[in-house]
C-alpha cells in the first residue's frame, strides 16, 4: 500500500524557516517524481514544487522560488522541502504527492498534510 | 504561472450529466496533453480522477471522463450520484517543470 507521510509543519514568526520531511512507503521511491502541494484554510490547491525522480529536475511556483527548496533522498525513501523567509501567505496545509512519472506532471497518491502556521 | 480558470460552482441532479471546464493558455493546457482532475471531499486529501487529459487511473468509474479543445480541459460526470458531491480542481503542465492548478469547482448534486 502506498503511503505518504509528511511532518515538520508547526507555527512559527514571518521570516522564519521550517524543514517539511515527507516519509515514502510500498513503493519503489526512486521510480517517481515527486511535489508539494499546498492548500490554504478554505482555499485551492497550489502547487509548490517539484522534483524528477532522481533530483536532477526541480520546479518551483514563482510564489515561492529563491524561497523554498525541495530535494530527496532516495536511499531514505523521504522527500523534503526547506522553507527560508516564510510569510503570512504560505501558512497552508502541505501536501506531499506522488507522480505517477518519473518527472512532474499530475499526483496519483497525497499524504494527509502538514499545517504550517505564521503569524506574528 | 497563472492559476487556470474553472467555474465557482457546477450542478446537476442525480442521473444527470454535468461538465467543469479549465480554461488555460497556449503556455499550459494548449501546450501540453498533460491535464489532470482531483476530486476532493471535505477534510480529505485530493484523489486523482483524470490524468494526460483523458486517461482514468485504476479504480475511478469510467462516468467521470475528460477531453481537451484549444487552450480549455473539460470534465465530465456522467449519472451524477450523491458521492459525486465534492470540490474538482483541474491541474496542468506548465513548462518548466512546472504545474498550475485551477481555482477548483464546486459540484452541487440537486
Known amino acids: 500500500e502506498v503511503q505518504l507521510v509528511e511532518s515538520g509543519g508547526g507555527v512559527l514568526r514571518p521570516g522564519g524557516s521550517l524543514r517539511l520531511s515527507c516519509a515514502a512507503s510500498g513503493f519503489t521511491f526512486d521510480d517517481y517524481g515527486m511535489s508539494w502541494v499546498r492548500q490554504a484554510p478554505g482555499k485551492g490547491l497550489e502547487w509548490v514544487s517539484g522534483?524528477?525522480?532522481?533530483?536532477?529536475?526541480?520546479g518551483y511556483a514563482d510564489s515561492v522560488k529563491g524561497r523554498f527548496t525541495i530535494s530527496r533522498d532516495n536511499a531514505k525513501n523521504s522527500l523534503y522541502l526547506q522553507m527560508n523567509s516564510l510569510r503570512a501567505e504560505d501558512t497552508a496545509l502541505y501536501h506531499c504527492?506522488?507522480?505517477?512519472?518519473?518527472?512532474?506532471?499530475?499526483?496519483?497518491?497525497w499524504g494527509q498534510g502538514t499545517l504550517v502556521t505564521v503569524s506574528s | 504561472q497563472s492559476a487556470l480558470t474553472q467555474p465557482p460552482s457546477a450542478s446537476g441532479s442525480p442521473g444527470q450529466s454535468v461538465t467543469i471546464s479549465c480554461t488555460g493558455t497556449s503556455s499550459d493546457v494548449g501546450g501540453y496533453n498533460y491535464v489532470s482532475w482531483y476530486q476532493q471531499h471535505p477534510g480529505k486529501a485530493p484523489k486523482l480522477m483524470i490524468y494526460d487529459v483523458s486517461k482514468r487511473p485504476s479504480g475511478v468509474p469510467d462516468r467521470f471522463s475528460g477531453s481537451k479543445s484549444g487552450n480549455t480541459a473539460s470534465l465530465t460526470v456522467s449519472g451524477l450520484q450523491a458521492e459525486d458531491e465534492a470540490d474538482y480542481y483541474c491541474?496542468?503542465?506548465?513548462?518548466?517543470?512546472?504545474?498550475?492548478f485551477g481555482g477548483g469547482t464546486k459540484l452541487t448534486v440537486l
Open positions: 522534483i524528477n525522480w532522481n533530483g536532477g529536475s526541480t
Open positions: 491541474s496542468s503542465y506548465a513548462g518548466s517543470n512546472s504545474v498550475v
Open positions: 504527492a506522488r507522480d505517477p512519472t518519473s518527472s512532474i506532471t499530475s499526483f496519483d497518491y
